[in-house]
T-cell receptor, first 110, second 114 residues
């Protein structure tokens, strides 16, 4: 299976704390993207990281990519209640479709 | 900022009926996709479309499914004879070019098959 796996499956933290989510995949990749999904809603693109990149930042988000370990992580710093959502990684490898991970459900408590 | 739009937001249909889900991708994008997400599960790839033809499809995308770009702006997914298990959120996505590019998703159509 090409499916990505994410851990933890669920994460509950206090507002102001940092949240780290991890994603692993099984094949070589062209790039990897992180998306956020609020309950029952659409997928919002967060960050794209290319296979030759190791780290990218966007505001309070930091994504790392370790192609030797076939893994990526998403760090949300100084979390807010509005960050409560599910977070998915999705990777493409050789074709243009994206394979999504199983997702991490993040809950930020006020 | 340009965005992918989808209609309807919610479609309820009887088993065996045909449904057409509609999408308007971002205007200068060339690659188009449909994905689905069964409630509480992961997002699954259905089909990709480029240069007016299917470039890749998954095992889910069987003969009951078809896609079409009838004009320069719309991209549709047709399910010929819906089954209960087709109930899911269907997402359209578009991408400007191939390679390492961002895939933008629409808000989804929730399909409920009764």
């Amino acid at each position: 299976s090409q499916q990505g796996e994410e851990d933890p499956q669920a994460l509950s933290i206090q507002e102001g704390e940092n949240a780290t989510m991890n994603c692993s995949y099984k094949t070589s990749i062209n790039n990897l993207q992180w998306y956020r999904q609020n309950s029952g809603r659409g997928l919002v693109h967060l960050i794209l990281i290319r296979s030759n990149e190791r780290e990218k930042h966007s505001g309070r988000l930091r994504v790392t990519l370790d192609t030797s370990k076939k893994s990526s992580s998403l760090l949300i710093t100084a979390s807010r209640a509005a960050d409560t959502a599910s977070y998915f990684c999705a990777h493409s490898s050789g074709t243009y479709k994206y394979i999504f991970g199983t997702g991490t459900r993040l809950k930020v408590l006020a | 900022e340009p965005e992918v739009t989808q209609t309807p937001s919610h479609q309820v249909t009887q088993m065996g009926q045909e449904v057409i889900l509609r999408c308007v991708p971002i205007s200068n994008h060339l690659y188009f996709y449909w994905y689905r997400q069964i409630l509480g599960q992961k997002v699954e790839f259905l089909v990709s479309f480029y240069n007016n033809e299917i470039s890749e499809k998954s095992e889910i995308f069987d003969d009951q499914f078809s896609v079409e770009r009838p004009d320069g702006s719309n991209f549709t997914l047709k399910i010929r004879s819906t089954k209960l298990e087709d109930s899911a959120m269907y997402f359209c996505a578009s991408m400007k070019s191939g390679g390492a590019d961002t895939q933008y998703f629409g808000p989804g159509t929730r399909l409920t098959v009764l």
